[in-house]
Structure formats: structure tokens, C-alpha cells
């Protein structure tokens, strides 16, 4: 465990987990076996986080995040909680996972990805369902409550802004279909 990490109650470290400095981990979170934690990350209550994944520094899971094993997550990445995030999903640095997200397994998301949960109005609404396996570019941007078919391929810079339900590739502002898979 590094120096100066801040650990709440009821919290569950499993085996081989090795802690960078100046974490704060709230009540109730429960680490698998085997995480690799760096350096100033904050951990909310009741997150849990499964067995094999490695957090980079500077990273905030806000309460009830809950991540699944083998996961790879950069620097600078932000949960505003209560999320579901699946096996083996790779978050680059400085994503933003809006509250309520469900990422499913295999999913990569690339840097400066943003998503949302509040509709024009400023009303929540939900965060996306991004199915098996998406793609994600670079400085895309998933609209509140938005659903991505499985093996969706969402390029660069593109908004999404309405479910989609086939999966292929899709560019552009608004992400429009560009070809199949």
C-alpha cells in the first residue's frame, strides 16, 4: 500500500493488490485480487472493482461503480457513479463515464470520450448502453440514454445522438451510418 492512501470502512482488499500513493478509498469498496492501483486515485462508496484490472493515476470512480475483471483504465478518467462496466473494457485517458452508463464487455473507448445523462433540459434521463464489443474514437461524444448495438464502430469527433441499433460504422455530426462491419 502506498503512503498517505486514506481507507474507509467495510472495505475489502483482495490478494496482490498493490496501491499507489494518496488514494482515498471509501466505505464499503471491495478490490479483486491481483488490481494494480497507481497514484491519487479516488474510489467511491460501495464501487467495487473485479479481479485483473489496472487503474492508472488520477483516476475518480464515484460511488457504486461497478467494474468487471481484466478492465484497463488510463489517466485522468471520471465515473460519476453508479455505472456498470463489463469484462475486459479498455477507458483511455480522460474519458468521461456519465452517471448511470452500462458499458458492456469488450468495449474500448478511446481518449477524451464523453458521455452524458441529462437531456437538453438538464433532466436526467440515463446514462448510454454501449453493447458488446464498440469502438469508440477519439473526442466522441454519446448523447443521454443513448444505445450502441453491439460491434458498433463510432468514429473520431463524432456526436451520437440518437440509439443505434445496427451495428457499423458510424461518423460524423450527428453520427450517421457509414458502412457495415
Same mark, same amino acid.
Given at each position: 500500500?502506498?503512503?498517505?492512501c486514506i481507507?474507509g470502512?467495510?472495505?475489502r482488499?483482495g490478494r496482490?493488490v498493490?496501491m499507489?500513493?494518496?488514494?482515498i478509498i471509501?466505505d464499503?469498496?471491495?478490490?479483486?485480487?491481483?488490481?494494480r492501483?497507481?497514484?491519487?486515485?479516488v !474510489? =467511491? %462508496? $460501495?464501487?467495487r472493482i473485479g479481479?485483473?484490472c489496472?487503474?492508472r493515476?488520477? #483516476?475518480?470512480l464515484r @460511488?457504486?461503480? +461497478?467494474?468487471?475483471?481484466?478492465?484497463?483504465?488510463?489517466?485522468?478518467?471520471l465515473?460519476s457513479?453508479?455505472?456498470?462496466?463489463?469484462?475486459?473494457?479498455t477507458?483511455?485517458?480522460?474519458?468521461?463515464?456519465?452517471?448511470g452508463?452500462?458499458?458492456?464487455?469488450?468495449?474500448?473507448i478511446?481518449?477524451?470520450?464523453?458521455?452524458?445523462?441529462?437531456?437538453?433540459?438538464?433532466?436526467e434521463?440515463?446514462g448510454a448502453? !454501449? =453493447? %458488446? $464489443?464498440c469502438f469508440i474514437?477519439?473526442?466522441?461524444t454519446?448523447?443521454?440514454? #443513448?444505445?450502441?448495438? @453491439?460491434?458498433? +464502430?463510432?468514429g473520431?469527433?463524432?456526436m451520437?445522438t440518437?440509439s443505434?441499433?445496427?451495428?457499423?460504422v458510424?461518423?460524423?455530426v450527428p453520427a450517421?451510418?457509414?458502412r457495415?462491419?
Open positions: 500500500m502506498g503512503l498517505h481507507i470502512e467495510n472495505v482488499i496482490n498493490v499507489g500513493n494518496m488514494c471509501e464499503g469498496v471491495t478490490i479483486g485480487d491481483d488490481v492501483m497507481d497514484h491519487f486515485c !474510489i =467511491g %462508496k $460501495g464501487a479481479d485483473r489496472v487503474l493515476s488520477h #483516476i475518480e @460511488s457504486d461503480t +461497478v467494474m468487471g475483471t481484466d478492465c484497463y483504465v488510463d489517466s485522468g478518467v465515473s457513479g453508479k455505472n456498470i462496466i463489463g469484462n475486459k473494457v477507458l483511455r485517458y480522460n474519458a468521461i463515464i456519465a452517471r452508463c452500462q458499458i458492456s464487455d469488450d468495449v474500448y478511446c481518449p477524451q470520450v464523453m458521455t452524458n445523462n441529462l437531456d437538453h433540459t438538464g433532466k434521463v440515463g448502453h !454501449i =453493447g %458488446k $464489443g474514437g477519439t473526442n466522441s454519446i448523447g443521454a440514454g #443513448i444505445t450502441l448495438a @453491439s460491434k458498433s +464502430v463510432i473520431s469527433k463524432a451520437v440518437r443505434i441499433e445496427e451495428a457499423g458510424y461518423m460524423g450517421k451510418w457509414v457495415a462491419l
